[in-house]
């Protein structure tokens, strides 16, 4: 019976997406004959908007800005059909420079790539419902009743899977050297590791909920510590986070934020005799920790934005909600690091072939128990602890004055074929559960 519900539930999902006009595949307008003289004459009139959150100096924005230009070089788009907007705040200021683009600079194609940009940019796709808007990261563009309002991600989870398979196995090189002491260990004998967090939102509950399950891929008993920094980017405060982590006796740490603070406090702890290795996000961190470092996870935004370009161009219609994975190229880990244990590499192969084939699912309930009280879901367990059911409500709620739903959205059943599905009934990743094992230190 749970099968046909969840069917029925994608079904009606797919429907609705559908209506809006975000599941159209491209389509191609011209003929065998001028196909390639229509289609560069369609490429010539898309110009793009870019509204960053920061510039190339802060690595979210750059593995964007990264992205857009390599899309731009694949399709052969020349420089004046990018407008780039630089730390743009999440503010009304979102709204009036997407104005400015399309007025002034005369976009048909407006981006942002923060989601404190996403209230602002649908402000802006009401007012010009003929242009489309790209909101990365958000999301309610399924539910707001704008069929120009789109919102992206990636499986990002997959990669920080991946890169905690990277930590496991340097965790595991170092319990058998017996480079660990009494204070690496938690009171329950677990090796401890950490992880510097922006916010508690799901989309980084998700991601560090995929790192440690990866460790644990490798490495059983071990245990992880998430300090919360309250910050996209603040050098000084990921750095004080990986500090504290590590007097905690943490081993590795992992991170989502976007600076390069966490990977130098960790190197600077290690060349003072400190055991304790990095694994960042976005970009490799090998230039800043190169002892330290063992490798990133990261999105291959460029997949996302020639898909988006390349449709628009052939006429076509983009996704209301994109997200993809490995099987599509969309996520990755950087080039690992020298410190990295034996083996790595081709267990990294390993682990990436079975998230593109689909026999390995990163939230596979077998592989975690939860006990703690919930965070914006409904489950239910078994006698083990391993979830049967999890329901997620997907209306957006505005949570700055109390609870107020702003777009009410479908409650759907999470727990499919044995495990989570993350990012499928939307792009934006809804993985809210605090599981065993994970503990949030502020």
């Known amino acids: 019976m749970k099968k046909v519900l969840v069917i029925l539930l994608v079904l009606a999902m797919v429907f609705s997406l559908a209506a809006c006009g975000g599941n159209n595949a491209p389509t191609d307008n011209g003929s065998a004959d001028n196909g390639d003289a229509n289609n560069a004459a369609a490429a010539s009139k898309l110009k793009v908007g870019v509204i960053l959150i920061g510039d190339e100096t802060e690595g979210y924005t750059l593995a964007h800005m990264n992205g857009i230009t390599d899309a731009q070089k694949a399709l052969n788009m020349s420089d004046d059909q990018i407008i780039w907007k630089y730390f743009v705040a999440e503010s009304s200021a979102c709204y009036d420079t997407a104005v400015e683009l399309i007025e002034n600079d005369e ?7 923060s989601y404190g940009h996403q209230d602002y ?5 009401a007012r010009y419902p003929d242009v489309p808007f790209v909101s990365m990261t958000g999301d309610f563009a399924a539910i707001c009743g ?37 204070s690496n260990y938690d009171a329950d ?20 909920t995929a790192f440690y399950l990866g460790v644990k891929s490798v490495v059983e008993n071990v245990s992880m510590e998430v300090y919360y920094t309250q910050s996209w980017f603040n050098v000084d405060a990921e750095a004080a986070a990986a500090e504290q982590l590590i ?56 997949v996302y934005y020639k898909y988006a370009f390349e449709t628009l161009i052939n006429g076509g219609s983009i996704k209301t909600d994109w997200a993809e994975g490995f099987d599509q190229g969309a996520v ?111």
């Open 121 to 125: 940019m649908a402000q802006a796709a």
């Open 107 to 113: 976009c048909n194609l407006i981006i942002s790539n």
């Open 332 to 442: 990755t880990i950087t080039p690992l690091g020298k410190s990295c244990a034996a083996g790595t590499s081709e267990k990294v192969t390993e682990v990436e072939n079975a998230l593109k084939a689909g026999t390995l699912n990163v939230f596979d309930v077998n592989n975690f128990t939860v006990s703690k009280e919930q965070v914006f879901c409904t489950v239910l367990t078994d006698d083990a602890g391993h979830l049967t059911s999890c329901l997620e409500d997907l209306s957006y709620y505005d949570y700055s004055n109390g609870v107020t739903l702003v777009y009410q959205g479908e409650t759907v059943e999470a727990i499919t074929d044995g495990h989570f599905a993350e990012s499928f009934f939307r792009s934006a990743p809804y993985f809210n559960i605090r599981i065993d094992g994970i503990t949030e230190l502020n």
């Open 189 to 208: 004998g677990n090796a401890k590791i950490g992880y510097v967090g922006a916010f508690n939102y799901a989309e980084v509950v998700s991601g560090y």
């Open 247 to 302: 007097s905690d006796g943490c081993v590795i740490i992992g991170q989502h934020a976007d600076s390069t603070g966490a990977p130098s406090a960790c190197e600077a702890a290690l060349q003072n005799g400190t055991v304790v290795y990095s694994v960042g996000y976005n970009v490799d961190m090998l230039d800043v920790a190169p002892n330290a470092a063992l490798t990133s996870a990261g999105n291959v935004w460029s």
């Open 146 to 182: 704008s069929p120009n309002l789109h919102n992206a991600f990636t499986e990002v989870y997959e990669s920080r899977y991946v890169s905690g398979v990277v930590a496991g196995m340097k965790l595991a090189e170092l319990i058998a050297d017996g480079k660990l002491t009494d």
